[in-house]
């Protein structure tokens, strides 16, 4: 660490510039702090040089101005519930913390946006809106601690994006830090009137942090449901749960939420919440529509017996709301109860063709026998986004070796299918050496091209997303 600092020219003078824009107490640089920020929720561990944790966008600014003048690498983190190393400060340098820029600026119910600084936790969003009826769709099983800047930056799902899409449906526009320290304004929040220039606010959807930074977001917020109708349906196999799945897509019916969980999730599960779960099945759909209640009861009908013809040996409709809840809360502690499997989860993140889906969560299970290893299945089915749960005990080198190329299987598999290496985790450190696998040289230099106009001198989150060959000056940087 101490070399790195050096090698930066970092030094106490440098903790002070931070700290004149911040304030006492806002940088940090104490062992215990740096150890704190060194990982996110992926096993990539990289300490920085300090923190700093600015409580407005205009302290944002001029840290990154104070970034780019010095040369510093600079790591722009939310929550740090990133499953994929990119909120990890793997050059050193400078890690930004957002927790501080959590107000929500304004909700306009009759324009139906809400303004907000990017370290508004989505939950807390949420919470916000149910009162006057209103809900902000993406909802990440992280949600609980999330940051929406976060969730712009890796164009997070979640269990409603099969009818609701993704974050990057419901951003109307950006206010964005450039590399400089320069601010600048996307969309909707640029005109303040409906838009017509190219949809810039796109191309920092899913950047990972790597061209810009997100002060604020202008969000596209959408009127709660008026009736829900919430069932689950037990399958004795993993393969014909996703042949229902496609089959309910094929037929025309939009669930708001078609979540698939398998064996080895379902007891996890019933372990840690004592819900009543049918430990033994295979896997189980957890199904949700919204809308009009009449509607609603002829669109379960149908699925039911799309299930039931696909295979399903059971079928249970939550009766109230509290039946409701526990489907759901289930579903958002899956990642916890697995802990009771093995002590750590590498994540898996792959996106398939719904048409693909049953044959894809098969070849997850071959590749977890070929590898003598656990792999839990939960996927948001519906649109194809398959979670893969990988478990290992990280006092065993030898399992750990093959939990990662079981990962590079799973890549593998869903390339070959027609699918994506990833669907709302990022690419962060743990796929850039598989970008070529799914892009061809001329898309990964036009990315390069991108990111070399916006961050010539590549301080912005350094090694992310683009192989090393494609980084700007090769990956050096100033630093």
């Known amino acids: 660490m101490n070399d790195q600092r050096e090698n930066g020219g970092f030094n106490q003078r440098s903790l002070k510039a931070l700290t004149d824009i911040v304030g006492r107490g806002y940088c940090r640089s104490h062992p215990i702090d740096l150890e704190l920020y060194s990982y996110d929720s992926s096993p990539f561990i990289h300490y920085p040089w300090a923190v700093v944790i600015p409580g407005t966008v205009d302290e944002m600014a001029e840290v990154v101005s104070l970034c780019r003048r010095h040369g510093w690498p600079l790591t722009c983190r939310g929550a740090g519930t990133n499953l994929s190393g990119g909120a990890v400060a793997h050059r050193g340098g400078v890690l930004m913390s957002t927790t501080r820029l959590n107000r929500i600026v304004d909700i306009d119910l009759l324009e139906e946006t809400a303004l907000v600084e990017c370290g508004v936790v989505n939950l807390d969003l949420q919470n916000a809106l149910a009162p006057v009826g209103y809900m902000f769709p993406p909802d990440p099983a992280s949600q609980k601690a999330s940051t929406l800047g976060g969730n712009v930056a890796e164009n997070a799902g979640g269990i409603k994006g099969v009818k609701y899409g993704i974050t990057k449906h419901h951003v109307l526009g950006l206010e964005l830090i450039l590399d400089d320290g320069s601010m600048v304004k996307t969309g909707k929040l640029k005109r303040g009137l409906e838009f017509n220039e190219p949809d810039l606010t796109g191309i920092f959807l899913a950047s990972e942090g790597t061209l810009a930074l997100v002060g604020r977001a202008l969000l596209k917020i959408t009127p709660l449901p008026t009736s829900y109708r919430t069932m689950s349906a037990i399958f004795d196999s993993l393969f014909k749960s996703g042949q229902a799945v496609s089959a309910i897509i094929a037929d025309g019916i939009i669930p708001t939420a078609l979540e698939i969980i398998d064996r080895t999730l379902i007891a996890a599960l019933e372990d840690y919440l004592h819900l009543g779960f049918p430990v033994g099945a295979e896997a189980m759909l957890l199904i949700e529509l919204d809308g009009l209640g009449p509607e609603l009861n002829a669109q379960l009908a149908r699925i039911k017996d799309i299930c039931f013809k696909a295979g399903a040996v059971g079928i249970e409709e939550a009766e109230n709301e509290e039946d409701r809840e526990k489907l759901w809360l289930a579903r958002r502690s899956g990642n916890g109860a697995l802990g009771r499997v093995k002590p750590a989860t590498i994540v898996q993140d792959v996106t398939v063709p719904i048409v693909h889906l049953p044959k894809m969560l098969s070849l997850v299970l071959d590749i977890a026998e070929r590898h003598r290893i656990v792999i839990a299945q939960m996927a948001h089915a519906g649109d ?29 598999a869903a390339l070959k299918v027609g699918g994506t290496i990833t669907g709302e985790h990022g690419i962060g450190l743990e796929k850039v050496a598989f970008m070529s696998d799914e892009f061809t040289e001329a898309e990964l230099d036009f990315m390069a091209s991108i990111k070399a106009s916006l961050d010539p001198t590549g301080i912005l989150n350094p090694d992310k997303v683009l192989p090393k060959k494609w980084q700007p000056h090769g990956g050096k940087g100033p630093f």
Do not use: M, W
């Not at 194809?384 to 799973?410: M, T």
């Open 384 to 412: 194809g986004n398959l979670h893969p749960h990988i478990l290992f005990d990280p006092s065993d080198g030898q399992e750990y070796v093959r939990c990662l190329k079981a990962s590079a299987d799973i890549f593998a």
